[in-house]
């Protein structure tokens, strides 16, 4: 089957493991070219060897998700060096894990500037490029914890909450400019981060990070009138959200 993506640009938030590189080979399997964010310059170096086996050709930009010039700098690098970005996929987060009464103020900027307020910066950045070289796409990685309540997660839910929030608003504003917002919000993924803070999670009841990353590429190739703006995903072995 021809590449679905082929000339297209994708710029990836925490592409250096986890669910973000998963994401990145499978857009690279459809053609894109990626530019990979995140700190570890090594290890998105790995995940740059990933998207050449997938055939693909990536661009390697290490960034601080808490620093605003860093981000700044990110969608300048990939707009000169590409000359276009289609998608962004806004996937770099943090948790924190603790009751309200333990979480100093420090615990809960941090869990906001990189899993909320970096997000918001790279969308304002990102817009003027997306959608004018054919349909862009923006899609957030929020959490089940964006939507449901969980106790000691109130600094990670206020950020993922945040994140959700400011993807509905920009779905309505952007929607016609060409640009599409898709904000999906998954239950337990079997990634480091899941590991430290749900070990209580059987290793085979998780999601794949795969499975995330085939329903992005699911959004950014779907070329009829239904569209999904928002997807809820939970382990099959957990409970309905309904
Ligand atoms: N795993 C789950 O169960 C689950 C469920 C729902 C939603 N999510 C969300 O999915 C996304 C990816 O999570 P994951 O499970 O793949 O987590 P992960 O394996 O811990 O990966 C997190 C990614 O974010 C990057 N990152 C963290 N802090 C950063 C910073 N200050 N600046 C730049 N990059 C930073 C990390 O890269 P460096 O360390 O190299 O900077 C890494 O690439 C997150 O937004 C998470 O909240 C995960």
Redesign the pocket.
């Known amino acids: 089957m021809d590449k679905q993506l082929g000339g297209k640009v994708a710029v990836i938030?925490?592409?250096?493991?986890?669910?973000?590189?998963a994401i990145a080979v499978a857009l690279a399997g459809q053609g894109a070219s990626l530019v990979l964010?995140?700190?570890?310059r090594e290890?998105?170096d790995e995940t740059a060897k990933n998207v050449a086996k997938a055939g693909g050709e990536a661009m390697v930009v290490p960034?601080?998700?808490?620093d605003e010039g860093s981000l700044k700098n990110l969608i300048r690098a990939a707009g000169d060096h590409f000359g276009r970005i289609d998608i962004l996929v806004n996937?770099?987060?943090?948790?924190h894990s603790a009751r309200l009464a333990e979480t100093t103020t420090a615990d809960y900027d941090r869990c906001m500037a990189?899993?909320a307020r970096?997000p918001y910066i790279l969308c304002r950045e990102a817009i003027p490029w997306l959608g004018k070289m054919g349909r862009g796409y923006i899609i957030n990685?929020?959490?089940?914890?964006g939507v449901k309540g969980y106790p000691l997660q109130t600094a990670?839910g206020a950020s993922?909450h945040a994140l959700r929030g400011m993807s509905i608003a920009l779905a309505e504003e952007l929607k016609d400019e060409n640009i599409r917002v898709h904000v999906i919000?998954?239950?337990?993924?079997?990634?480091?981060?899941?590991t430290r803070?749900?070990p209580d999670i059987k290793k085979g009841d998780?999601?794949e990070?795969q499975e995330?990353a085939e329903l992005v590429v699911y959004l950014v190739t779907h070329r009829g009138n239904a569209v999904m703006d928002e997807i809820h995903l939970r382990r099959s072995t957990s409970g309905p959200w309904f």
């Open positions: 938030t925490g592409a250096s493991r986890g669910i973000g590189r964010a995140a700190r570890d290890a998105l960034v601080e998700m808490t996937n770099a987060g943090i948790t990189i899993n970096g990685i929020s959490s089940v914890v990670y993922k919000c998954p239950g337990g993924v079997d990634t480091e981060m899941v803070v749900r998780l999601i990070p995330i």
